[in-house]
């Protein structure tokens, strides 16, 4: 096959990828709300996972949100983690802000701010859906999003969400009962197709 023959094969098959995009607010590629089925990640650098995970190959662990923990006195104030005190807390002499924040990122654990019980009966039912998914359909569904952009249509008051790149995963764990780890499962990173084709045709 020569090099033009190639070429309108895949321009063909690009037109054809396009015709079949979704780019109604149905689609969670381009309206992102969370829903049962996802789990969001708080406090953490998109870039910092994305060189954890995929430049370096390492799986991080899904944690469930921090409860407060409360120092109760019968005769005084309540002073809980997240009191005004807290935020004036000064690092240890020589570390930065910056250096306590990848101390705790290298500990490689994903924050969530699901309870342990829910965050464990989510992922359960997603890692479900998944195997399922490859056993029968022979590909993967599972996917982080990394990177948001809010957007909105001109003329329109909502404002939308829209994850910017797509990392296939894959949910481990070593035995039953116990935590979730995340893995990038070695295949294709993915741009939001959707967004592109929305964007380009002036709808954002």
């Not at 309108?8 to 709300?33: A, C, G, H, S, Y």
């Not at 990640?41 to 407060?68: C, F, G, Q, T």
């Not at 948001?148 to 296939?168: C, K, N, S, Y």
């Amino acid at each position: 096959m020569d090099q033009s023959a190639r070429e309108i094969i895949e321009r063909e098959f690009e037109n054809l990828r396009e015709k079949l995009l979704d780019l109604t607010m149905r689609n969670q590629l381009l309206n992102f709300r969370p829903r049962s089925r996802t789990v969001e990640v708080v406090n953490h650098d998109p870039e910092y996972i994305y060189s954890y995970l995929v430049l370096n190959r390492k799986k991080m662990k899904l944690a469930p949100r921090i409860e407060e923990e409360e120092t109760l006195d019968p005769d005084g104030p309540i002073l809980c983690e997240n009191s005004p005190s807290d935020e004036l807390e000064v690092p240890p002499e020589g570390i930065s802000p910056e250096e306590n924040l990848m101390e705790v990122e290298d500990e490689n654990i994903l924050q969530t701010a699901l309870t342990e019980a829910e965050l464990q009966r989510r992922l359960f039912y997603i890692n479900q859906r998944a195997r399922t998914m490859i056993q029968e359909q022979g590909y993967n569904i599972l996917y982080l999003a990394l990177g948001f952009l809010e957007w909105r249509t001109e003329g329109e008051p909502d404002i939308r969400r829209a994850p910017l790149v797509l990392v296939p995963v894959s949910l481990e764990r070593r035995r039953a009962g116990s935590s979730f780890s995340l893995r990038w499962d070695g295949s294709e990173i993915i741009t939001n197709m959707s967004l592109q084709a929305t964007a380009q045709g002036g709808g954002c």
